[in-house]
T-cell receptor, first 113, second 111 residues
Framework: DTEVTQTPKHLVMGMTNKKSLKCEQHMGHRAMYWYKQKAKKPPELMFVYSYEKLSINESVPSRFSPECPNSSLLNLHLHALQPEDSALYLC????????????FGPGTRLTVT | KNEVEQSPQNLTAQEGEFITINCSYSVGISALHWLQQHPGGGIVSLFMLSSGKKKHGRLIATINIQEKHSSLHITASHPRDSAVYICAVRRRETSGSRLTFGEGTQLTVNP
């Protein structure tokens, strides 16, 4: 299984809502990533988890809260978002060491109204 | 100046043409990745290179470490190759798997 899955595919939420994005992989990868991608731009790294511990936070606003409950799952909890947070949110995973090659999920298209 | 520069930004080709996308970088790297992104989202890793040349089907990727340059070639292009192609590098001095991305090349192949 070389797949990273993300749910939901699309999400529309109001600025007062609380929602969560979910990412799952079963490749035994011990690094997992959240990226944000705006239209016609490359992905921007948000968070990295290594061995289920947060290792990189790219100064992301606290309205985004990541969680890694186990080595296969990664969540991104969303609260009080702004319209400018509308974007494609991509999850990726990679081995730690060796090739570090990242495997990306299909993304969640988020619209904040 | 971006650490990873791609050219061209946009490329339109006719089906069957040979296509080249270029990537130049200004930092020391441990690996370079070529990624493909179709409209609607998910990113697929095409190649990871640290030296030389790799081939997969109609795709060929080369890297020249001394010149800090990589190319992605597509032979006998097809409309299904239409996508954004992104060059990304893993910098030698940074930890683990953090990637620095180029801005991407939008490829359109017309039938």
């Amino acid at each position: 299984d070389t797949e990273v899955t993300q749910t939901p595919k699309h999400l529309v939420m109001g600025m007062t809502n609380k929602k969560s994005l979910k990412c799952e992989q079963h490749m035994g990868h011990r690094a997992m990533y959240w990226y944000k991608q705006k239209a016609k731009k490359p992905p921007e790294l948000m968070f990295v988890y290594s061995y289920e511990k947060l290792s990189i936070n790219e100064s992301v606003p606290s309205r985004f809260s990541p969680e890694c409950p186990n080595s296969s799952l990664l969540n991104l909890h969303l609260h009080a978002l702004q319209p400018e947070d509308s974007a494609l949110y991509l999850c990726a995973s990679s081995p730690l060491g060796g090739s570090y090659e990242q495997y990306f999920g299909p993304g969640t298209r988020l619209t904040v109204t | 100046k971006n650490e990873v520069e791609q050219s061209p930004q946009n490329l339109t080709a006719q089906e069957g043409e040979f296509i080249t996308i270029n990537c130049s970088y200004s930092v020391g790297i441990s690996a370079l990745h070529w990624l493909q992104q179709h409209p609607g989202g998910g990113i697929v890793s095409l190649f990871m290179l640290s030296s030389g040349k790799k081939k997969h089907g109609r795709l060929i990727a080369t890297i020249n470490i001394q010149e800090k340059h990589s190319s992605l070639h597509i032979t006998a292009s097809h409309p299904r190759d239409s996508a954004v192609y992104i060059c990304a590098v893993r910098r030698r001095e940074t930890s683990g798997s953090r990637l620095t991305f180029g801005e991407g090349t939008q490829l359109t192949v017309n039938p």
